[in-house]
């Protein structure tokens, strides 16, 4: 996990936060693999990687079907959070 965090930050002076998006993906992907967490961490993780996906998307494939996706995972993102805190 370190490494994967590592690598995302390496030799930036300054972070930016394509480099945190980077380095929340790659995470995902490596607790993912490595089944270290929860299943509702994960869910946070995976629905987080799913909003900066369709925030970062190109111009041309925004449409109203994409932003409604984006309500939907926005909407399902702060329910996991809620859960998560209530557990916690």
Known sequence: MEETLTSCMQGNDS???CGYRLAVIQSAAFLRKKALVSKNLLQVLETLTGL?????SSDDSTC???ILRYYNQAWYHASLLKQLMDCG
Do not use: V
Not at 52 to 56: K, V
């Open 15 to 17: 972070k930016r936060g």
């Open 52 to 56: 900066q996906r369709i925030m970062y």
């Open 64 to 66: 109203p079907q994409l």
